[in-house]
């Protein structure tokens, strides 16, 4: 019961940080950071995995309402959380340590850091590549995953320190 | 028919899966294409009323700033009404004027925006002002520097507008000095410029003229200003300019607008339609 409270919150937070503050943050117009996709990494690895998929489409449909761009976050959470319980299950054997909410504790820091990693620059790239579906500037696009990739892994380590 | 039931419980994930990134899909491919819904975009009511509450707060930052322009237009407008003052003492004599009709046939609203985007390769922006306020669908959106869109969704209290910064919308302009008309596009590159197509060869185009609207739209007004041409170029081979042209408004820093309506539309569209039907 705790835990979805805790999940439910986190959501609403992200979506209120997401589409007030960092949908706003552009710098030079080339990073467009997407920290709603915590909410995703941060499910219990315990769920379900047609319930992570629900979940990760409607999340994905609830922002694209906001952000205006209907179908472009959906597709991407989707496969988020699609990939998420495949990696988990790859890099973590140890299956104590998949009771909690993924954090750098619970799944030691260097493993939360490349599962973080992965699933933000497989969404960033859907994202951006289905935002830019029919344009030509692919380079364009290209600077914009890997800058806005890395300002969103930086900023989710950097919540994750924020939490100890 | 058991391999089958097998195969499906196997792949039951991963079918899902694929299901949930098709529907995600049409979704993306039919509002590319009907961009009408003001339930699914930021007209709706809960993001509409979210996006309002954090513009009253980022509104505080910029009070300074908006005053000034405030203050700017009001001091134009005060000019303006002396020198129409001015100008009507000399007519009110003269009996011609009352057989000329007002064009009394466009009403003004403003808005002010609470969302917008010049980032992305398709932008909108979100007014406050819906269908209650008279605000619909196809009028035109303009700034104090110039045009801003067309209004393309209306919910009750809120409108979506396709900026000038998305490809949807090209607009008909035409070179104030000498009244060649072209259509504006933008190429989804820079918020400060689009491009200014369909000016032939032979017309005398050069850096820093004016583009205004033609008026040939029912949406827009003659003579509102568009943009400043900033570069002209011209191969041996081509029949048309590459008219780079840097807008007149910008869209980084826009919060009020007004929103024109043209009450003839209806009149001018039925009558376009009854003569090409013939």
Known sequence: MNQWIENILRFVVLLLLQVLLFNNLQFFGLCTPCVYVLFLIALPPTLPRWVELLIGFAAGFILDIFCNTLGVQTAACTMVAYVRPLLIKNMIQDNERLTDTPSGTSFGRLTYIRIVAILVVLHHTAMFSLLAFSFHNWWMTLIQIVVSSLFTVLVILGLDLLKR | MRTLLQFLVKYSILLLFLVLEIVAFILLVRHNNYPQSAVLSSANRVSATLYEAGSTVSDYFSLRTQNRVLMDENAELRNRIAALENKLEGVEEDSLAQYVYADKNIEVRAAKVINNSTHLQRNYMT??????????????????????????????????????????????????????????????????????????????????????????????????PVGIIDKAELTESDAYYNIKVRLAVNFKTIEYVSVIENKNREEQKLLEGVTQNK
């Not at chain 2, 110039?146 to 919308?169: C, F, R, W």
């Not at chain 2, 060649?180 to 050069?206: C, M, P, S």
């Open chain 2, 127 to 224: 007014l406050n002002k819906g269908e209650r306020d008279g605000v619909g669908i196809d009028m035109g959106v303009v700034s104090k520097e110039g045009v801003v869109g067309i209004v393309s969704a209306v919910s009750e209290k809120y409108a979506v507008v396709i900026p000038v910064l998305n490809p949807k919308v090209s607009i008909s302009c035409k070179l104030r000095k000498n009244g060649y008309v072209g259509t504006l596009h933008w190429d989804g590159k820079d918020y400060r410029f689009a491009e200014l197509q369909d000016i032939a060869r032979h017309i005398d185009v050069n850096e820093g003229d004016t583009i205004v609207t033609s008026g040939y739209s029912d949406v827009f007004p003659e003579n509102l």
